[in-house]
Nanobody, 126 residues
Framework: QVQLVESGGGLVQPGGSLRPSCAAS????????IGWFRQAPGKDREGVSC????????YYADSVKGRFTVSRDNAKDTVYLQMNSLKPEDTAVYYC???????????????????WGQGTQVTVSS
């Protein structure tokens, strides 16, 4: 069983930054992946980024490449999503999710992930 708790969302102006975090607890952390997803009102949940523990590989959706950076603090079992140059279209509820393993071609598929956090709201508006 894995528990995930997100925090660090909020309201920010366009061009601003936020750094949501995902604190994990439970078992099976030797090999895993943590993904970040987002869901805007009326839209499907989409993959934003992912980090794989086995080799530190990171993945990003094209819409956030160059603006978002995913990182981890193994000592704290916490994964961060540094979001810079935020745009109004980044507004969504952001979720982190745990997968026991991930492939390069499927990191963004929601069915790869077994456990999900409760989500944190990110609003980009002037």
């Amino acid at each position: 069983q894995v528990q995930l708790v997100e925090s660090g969302g909020g309201l920010v102006q366009p061009g601003g930054s936020l750094r949501p975090s995902c604190a994990a607890s439970g078992s099976a952390f030797d090999y895993y992946a943590i993904g970040w997803f987002r869901q805007a009102p009326g839209k499907d949940r989409e993959g934003v980024s992912c980090i794989r523990s086995s080799d530190g590989s990171t993945y990003y959706a094209d819409s956030v490449k160059g603006r978002f950076t995913v990182s981890r603090d193994n000592a704290k079992d916490t994964v961060y999503l540094q979001m810079n140059s935020l745009k109004p279209e980044d507004t969504a509820v952001y979720y982190c999710a745990y997968a026991p393993g991930i492939y390069d071609s499927t990191w963004f598929h929601i069915y790869e992930y077994d456990y999900w956090g409760q989500g944190t709201q990110v609003t980009v508006s002037s």
